[in-house]
């Protein structure tokens, strides 16, 4: 049988890729001059997209947490150049 394509869903249920996305949130927190949250906290901030995982965060809306939403690449880019 010949495949044409491989599909890799990395949400979480193939890999564990909380550590991940804690350094991902805090490098955009970071950008923002906040604080840094664990990985058990920010596990409740993933999983429905950023505009999701912000709302309702007083210090992040008040920060400006809209940077993070809607410059993913800028923020992508700085998080490529950390590691």
């Not at 599909?7 to 604080?35: K, M, R, Y």
């Not at 664990?38 to 901030?45: D, G, L, R, T």
Request: aromatic content about 4%; charged content about 20%.
């Amino acid at each position: 049988m010949s495949r044409r394509a491989v599909i890799f869903d990395l949400d979480g249920t193939l890999v564990d890729t909380l550590e991940d996305l804690t350094a991902a949130i805090n490098a955009a927190l970071g950008h923002l001059s906040l604080p840094t949250h664990s990985a058990q906290a920010c596990k409740m901030m993933i999983g429905n997209g950023a505009a999701w995982g912000f709302r309702g965060r007083g210090e992040l809306e008040a920060a400006g947490a809209h940077i993070i939403i809607d410059s993913p690449r800028e923020l992508l880019d700085c998080r490529l150049d950390i590691l």
